[in-house]
């Protein structure tokens, strides 16, 4: 827990300090626990970075924690209107660090939001080499978020995705997961998918997820007021959505 609490406070301070000339939009950070790998920490921000024609470039860094070690995720991305407005398109890039073992990996990001749904594609290619019979992986995943109609703060979020084995077969499949958005600043996830990825192990997982975003521009007393949600969706709403990626660095365990 103290681990965590350091995490959480270096990375706000450095958001806040970094938005010194930027926007910082919200701070946050999240828990998610699978019943295949140990509990995974991170503590993340939003930031505007300026405005390039009709472009709106952001930043969004990410301190994280798996297994006692500490990792950094940066990214960059830029969003913008499409179609005269009807919806918002984008991409990202990010490079993700952790302790563990010192793998590294860079990722790139295209995403789509509609006014019913989302759509989100991520490639991760790896720039570090076998350490302790565990190896970082390759790999692709396609995920899309669709709010129910009739209780829009409800939505679910199917996906697959493809992980290049180097010694072991490939890690590939589907998952779902059920997000719920109660109030502003919280959500909450239950999810599962073919393989334990944050654990490098080709087994089935179940995994529980809680996140937080709170809008440092937007506090008020209606913060904690329930969230109805809206349907369809105003994609204006969307432009500072937490990017949809994996977060901690998909491995390869060779021992099992």
């Known amino acids: 827990m103290k681990k965590l609490i350091i995490v959480a406070i270096f990375c706000l301070a450095g958001s806040v300090l970094y938005a010194a000339g930027p926007d910082l939009i919200w701070a946050g950070g999240g828990i998610k626990v699978s019943n295949e790998s140990n509990p995974c920490y991170y503590a993340d921000s939003f930031v505007w970075l300026s405005q390039l024609d009709s472009m709106s470039l952001f930043s969004q860094p990410m301190l994280t924690l798996r297994g006692g070690k500490p990792g950094i995720d940066l990214g960059v991305g830029g969003r913008q209107p499409i179609l005269n407005g009807m919806m918002l398109g984008g991409g990202n890039l990010f490079y993700d660090y952790t302790s563990d073992n010192s793998y ?148 390869e365990n060779k021992a099992h």
């Open 104 to 251: 590294k990996r860079f990722g790139a990001g295209l995403e789509v939001y509609h006014p019913n749904f989302s759509g989100h594609m991520n490639l991760y290619a790896p720039v570090s080499g076998e350490h302790s019979g565990e190896e970082a992986l390759p790999g692709i995943d396609l995920t899309f978020g669709v709010p129910l109609p009739n209780a829009p703060f409800v939505s679910l979020w199917p996906g697959i995705y493809y992980y290049a084995g180097r010694d072991r077969d490939n890690m590939s499949g589907m998952s779902i997961m059920v997000q719920v958005h109660p109030i502003k600043p919280l959500f909450v996830s239950l999810g599962g998918r073919n393989d334990a990825l944050q654990a490098g192990r080709d087994r089935s997982e179940l995994f529980f997820n809680v996140e937080f975003a709170i809008p440092l521009q937007r506090l008020g007393k209606d913060l904690f007021a329930f969230n109805p949600g809206e349907y369809p969706l105003d994609v204006r709403n969307q432009m500072d959505h937490r990017v949809v990626r994996e977060d901690f660095i998909t491995f």
